[in-house]
């Protein structure tokens, strides 16, 4: 009797220890910026899933939108240092640590899909290497839509902008505003309804998308299409954590993140004009700019384009003229 019960919980240890190989589970946190309906954040849902169905169980990503677990500008290094295994970036936001951050959001370098596309295929091999050697692996990519310029008041020229309080997401936004004598903000996407409603920002340049998930019609009725640059969101992992999976695992990973990729730049281009529909329905003047705020706008990214070639110095150039060729 004494014999059989050994026994029996001899089997029962042997079958949790082999249950717990047989089942042994990576569990990933990945943080985001921005909320749960974004078209980003429903992508990178999506790719949790993927990942979850492909590798049969073994590795869970939980997804932690609308900067709950670290706010945007913390979720770079939250990944390098392992604090969360995997999380999403705007690239732009850390122009101040390499100017290749920057490049995608130098106002009338790249203003359409296919050239954002070009754009990101000249700089991406610069881009995963510096984001290596950080100790980062970069899983995929995707576009916002181009950027245009919500306002309080009806604008006609940039000089209608001096002065006014402008909400700024990255440090090229920050610039615009001091290149057009407007009172800069850094304010990040989850902090912006806040901040137009307590009238803190009168004017700001993103896109349709942001405009939509803030609810800026709420309090900015106006929003010029310049076109001006499209920014990218990166989802990165830590190598380390990478690193880790079994090789089969690791395919199956970075099978689901190049679907991403690519179902990530059809969604935002088809999306594009379905936020600008949206905007109009709920009181926003989508306006096409006047020939002089144009021109005033592609004046700003003149002096922009040729500050980000100073400071990219020959890495940089090489990059733009592979853009500019193909
Ligand atoms: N939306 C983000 C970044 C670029 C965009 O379109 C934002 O405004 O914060």
């Not at 082999?18 to 921005?34: N, R, V």
């Not at 990729?261 to 006047?290: C, D, F, Q």
Request: hydrophobic share 45%.
């Amino acid at each position: 009797m004494k014999h059989k019960f050994a026994r029996a919980a001899i089997a029962a240890v042997a079958a949790l220890t082999f249950g717990s190989i047989a089942f042994a589970q990576t569990k990933w946190d990945l943080p985001t910026a921005y909320p749960a309906t974004n078209y980003h954040t429903e992508n990178i849902a999506q790719f949790a899933k993927d990942v979850d169905a492909a590798t049969g169980g073994k590795v869970k990503i939980t997804v932690h939108a609308n900067a709950s677990l670290f706010k945007a500008p913390e979720i770079k290094r939250a990944v390098q240092s392992g604090q969360a295994q995997a999380g999403e970036i705007l690239l732009a936001n850390f122009a101040n640590e390499n100017p290749i951050y920057a490049l995608d959001g130098v106002p009338f370098l790249a203003t359409t899909y296919p050239e954002a596309m070009k754009l990101y295929t000249a700089s991406k091999p610069a881009l995963e290497k510096l984001l290596a050697a950080q100790g980062i692996k970069v899983l995929f990519m995707v576009p916002w839509a181009p950027q245009g310029i919500y306002s309080k008041k009806e604008i006609g020229s940039v000089a209608d902008l001096r002065g006014i309080k402008w909400r700024a997401y990255s440090p090229a936004t920050a610039k615009i505003a001091e290149l057009i004598g407007a009172q800069p903000v850094q304010i990040q996407q989850a902090e912006l309804s806040a901040a137009m409603a307590t009238g803190v920002i009168e004017s700001y340049m993103s896109s349709g998308s942001t405009g939509y998930d803030t609810k800026t019609y709420e309090s900015l009725k106006n929003f010029y299409d310049t076109q001006a640059w499209i920014p990218k969101n990166a989802i990165l992992v830590n190598a380390k954590s990478f690193d880790a999976l079994d090789a089969p695992t690791k395919a199956a990973v970075l099978k689901a993140a190049a679907d991403a990729e690519t179902r990530g730049w059809k969604v935002a281009e088809e999306k594009n004009a379905e936020y600008k529909k949206l905007l109009a329905e709920r009181g926003m003047k989508i306006h096409k700019p006047s020939a002089k705020l144009d021109a005033d706008m592609r004046q700003v990214g003149g002096i922009m384009q040729a500050d980000w070639l100073k400071v990219a110095g020959a890495d940089g150039a090489a990059i733009v003229d592979a853009y500019k060729k193909k």
